[in-house]
């Protein structure tokens, strides 16, 4: 393999998750300077809560994501288990659901819930970057699509770097603000589980284990783009795009 992954034999399945990991190990948001920042303490109350508002355009599209991907999914027991995932996010009887949980920490922040709900506010390079997520899902073979969620297998450590940071250095978030990140330490593993049992059946020639290695790169570089736009929205050079969120802080 090259440094930029591209794969010169076929892998076993084992190789394959090597490598997959390795993608994480370069290319995940939590090496962008946004997120060190933020585990840094270094963000002002507004530029927390511009992340807060435009990564709920994130949130909220998940749903809809997933059930493009059902939509696609032949398997029954497949199926099932991925319903999980959009009950996750809208909730049921039982649970409000992540993407109110957002809501909640967005308000936590000091947002008001239904603008942030509008998205009206949003960066472009937001709404650019979660619309390539949906075409993604759409356009490519389904084991792309599938492939593309395994950015979940990185993505308790970042949220265990975040909470534990915020919750030290944000003395004006409590725990209660962070709730949504809480249950995402179980389900991304089991949503992991299910993701790569697929990719493993279903990539086993060069091409289609190349596909798999380049839908996680698009996926990385999706969360990695809606950072740069924060980042030079609001850290550096600190220009907001017109019409979209301004913070009270901005000086
Ligand atoms: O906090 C994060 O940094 C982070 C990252 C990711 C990810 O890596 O895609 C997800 C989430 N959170 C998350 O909360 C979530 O529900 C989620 C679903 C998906 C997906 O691709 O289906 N990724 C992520």
Not at 158 to 178: F, H, K, N
Not at 223 to 232: R, V
């Amino acid at each position: 393999m090259t440094a930029d992954f591209r794969l010169d034999r076929t892998l076993s399945a084992p190789q394959l998750e090597d490598v997959l990991r390795q993608v994480g190990a370069e290319r995940y948001h939590i090496r962008h300077p946004f997120h060190r920042l933020m585990v840094d303490g270094a963000l002002t109350r507004g530029q927390m809560q511009a992340w807060a508002l435009n990564r709920y355009c994130y949130q909220a599209t998940i749903p809809a994501k997933d059930a493009i991907i059902l939509s696609r999914i032949e398997d029954r027991a497949l199926r099932r288990a991925w319903r999980e995932r959009i009950v996750d996010h809208d909730g049921d009887a039982t649970s409000p659901g992540g993407i109110e949980r957002w809501i909640q920490l967005a308000r936590g922040l000091g947002l008001d819930a239904e603008v942030v709900a509008s998205q009206r506010l949003a960066l472009p390079a937001t709404r650019f970057a979660v619309l390539a997520y949906l075409r993604l899902v759409e356009k490519r073979t389904l084991l792309e699509a599938i492939a593309s969620s395994l950015t979940e297998m990185f993505s308790p450590q970042v949220i265990g770097e975040r909470v534990s940071a915020i919750l030290q250095r944000y003395p004006y978030i409590d725990a209660d603000t962070l709730g949504y990140f809480t249950p995402r330490l179980t389900q991304a593993p089991r949503d992991v589980d299910v993701a790569l049992a697929y990719v493993r059946e279903h990539a086993r020639t060069q091409d289609t284990q190349q596909q798999v290695v380049d839908a996680l790169i698009t996926k990385c570089d999706i969360l990695w783009s809606m950072l740069d736009a924060l980042h030079f929205a609001y850290v550096e050079p600190r220009f907001v795009p017109p019409g979209a969120f301004v913070p009270e802080d901005a000086g």
